[in-house]
């Protein structure tokens, strides 16, 4: 499994509109095979920061299998307006170091 983090930076005045992308964007990651879960968190602070936090089963499949599908075409359009906000997208691997309670 990897861990897909994409930070953006969305004005206030389109911040409801970009939520309401990956609202609409979600039901494109949970028709993949590929995704395991996602999460979109909002800074407190900053309030025009935002991270997406997605599973995939790996980066091979999120780059070479999810990417060239039909589901992929739909998430593209839904989000593509927002590409240029894109401060950061990086996959990062688990370590051992975590807790859940």
Not at 14 to 19: E, H, K, Q, S
Not at 50 to 75: C, Q
Not at 91 to 100: A, F, G, I, P, R
Request: proline share 3%; charged share 30%.
């Amino acid at each position: 499994m990897t861990i897909e983090y994409i930070r953006y930076k969305i004005p206030s005045e389109t911040r409801a509109a970009f939520i309401n992308s990956y609202l609409k964007a979600g039901e494109s990651l949970r028709a993949s095979d590929y995704c395991l879960g996602y999460e979109l968190t909002h800074g407190e602070e900053e309030p025009e920061n935002f991270i997406l936090r997605i599973k995939w089963t790996s980066s091979e499949d999120h780059i070479n299998k999810f990417r060239k599908s039909d589901v992929f075409k739909t998430f593209y359009q839904d989000v593509a307006p927002y590409f240029g906000n894109i401060q950061e997208m990086k996959h990062y691997d688990l370590t051992e170091v975590y807790w859940k309670k």
